[in-house]
Structure formats: C-alpha cells, structure tokens
C-alpha cells in the first residue's frame, strides 16, 4: 500500500482504499481520499485531501487533483492525448478543488504543445462529457452531459455549456458565456453572452446568468449598451468596437469583452 503526502501512512491519513482497488506506490492521496471498488491510481499521481474516487474510476498516471473533488462511476483521468502528433512525451492534467467529475466522462492528458490540460476550481463535468489534450478551463465551469471539446479549447471561469454540444479545437469561450445544448462550435463565443445552435447564433446578453451571479445593475447596463453596438448597430466590427471604446464607460467587465474580440484568431460567433 503506498504512503501519503509526506511520508506518512494511508492509515494515519484516513485514506480508504477498497480492497479490489490498485493504488501503483509512486501515487500519493492525502488526507481522507477515498478509492473505491475496482479503482485505478496510476504512477505520477497526486490525489488532495478528501477526493473521492467511486467505483472503476481511472486516474491513468501524471495527474494532480486537488482537494474534496469527487469522481464517479467509470469517470476516466489521465489518459494519453486522442492526437497523432502525441509521441508519448511527459504531459499531465491537472484538476483543481472540489470539481465534480460525473459518470463516464473523459479528461486527456496534454501534449507537447502546452503540456497540460487544466480544469479549475468548482467545476461540474457531467456524464459522458469530453475534456481533450491542452484544454484549459476555468473556475465554476459546467459542461452538461455528452459536451465533446477539441484539443486547445480555452473556456473561461463561470461558463454553462449545454448537453450534446460539439466545440472545435482551438475555440474560446469568454467567461459567464452560455452555450445553449446541442449546438456545434467552430468560433470563439465572447465573454458574457449567450449562443445556441447550428450554426452557433447569438442570442443576445446572458441576463439570467449574470444577475444568479451578483454581477450589479450599473455592470450590466454597460455590458447591454456595449452589446448593442457591437452587434445591433450594422457598424464593421473594427469600427464597433472603437466606437464601444469611446462611448461606453471602460470598466473591466467591458474592456474584457473589447479585447477578447480582438483577440480572437477564429472570429467570433454572429459576425
């Protein structure tokens, strides 16, 4: 049975681990994980205090999970990159506190390019859902059951992506974004609006979201009017978002939906 963080005993930690379960000795589970019936903890592994791993859970090898997550049934992590260009290089995910991993769902390893796939703090992924090598998301992220993502996809903290919804490698998807299910993905969707469909379409500012959120009237008013030049006006968008630069009050809600645009390499979805 392999030690805890620190040298110390799985038993002085309170780690559980089910008897048809396999723990490879490098692996190291802090205080009070649970590994349940049939597990697999792999070489490399880094599991925080009070995860717990359900039945037939896979942590393949090369991942750090932080603490009170917890993965369910058939939930697989840590596996090799789904891309021929992955040559068996040392790439890990990394998975932050308390994020609940459903049913059957799978996180890949990263590969050469960045190294890692990143999933933050507080996020829900649902059953049957698809994270791919050197994706990277945010905090309080919920992708709903059967998401399926390309490598390289950049989701930001605070976005809801419905069920059955396909996004192309290399897209971004700006923070309290909302993606409607079984939409199809192939732009970037800016921060704080909502979209659906395919084709992906616009649907306006997600209000829903933004106000569950805290986010204050006077914010949301600036995000609305910013909005409405930006895609209401007719104006070309380089000359809608100069305009939004000089007629709306430039808090950070609004600069970080200015630049995301411009930082957009794919376009947006709706222009």
Known sequence: MSEGTGGATNEELGVEIHETAIVHP???????????????VGPGVRIGAGTVLG????????TVVGRDCHFFQGAVLGTDPQDLKYEGEETWLEVGDRTVVRE??????????????????????????HVAHDCEL?????????????????????????????????????????????????QDVPPYLRVAGNPCRLYGLNTVGLERRGVSPEVRRALKR?????????????????????EVEQIPEVRHLLAFIRGSERGITAR
């Open 26 to 40: 490098d692996a190291e589970l802090g205080e009070g994980v649970v590994v349940g019936p049939g597990a697999i």
């Open 55 to 62: 039945p037939r859970v896979l942590v393949e090898r090369d």
């Open 104 to 129: 059957y769902a799978t996180l890949n390893r990263g590969t050469r390019a960045s190294g890692r796939t990143v999933v933050g703090s507080d996020c829900l992924i649902m059953a049957y859902a």
């Open 138 to 186: 945010g905090n309080h992220v919920i992708l709903s059951n059967a998401v399926n993502m390309g490598g390289h996809v950049l989701i930001e903290d605070w976005v809801v992506v419905g069920g059955v919804t396909a996004i192309h490698q290399f897209v971004r998807i700006g923070a309290h974004a909302f993606v409607g299910g079984g939409s199809r993905v192939p």
């Open 226 to 246: 910013t909005y409405r030049i930006l895609f209401q006006s007719r104006l070309p968008l380089t000359r809608a978002l100069e305009r939004a630069e000089e």
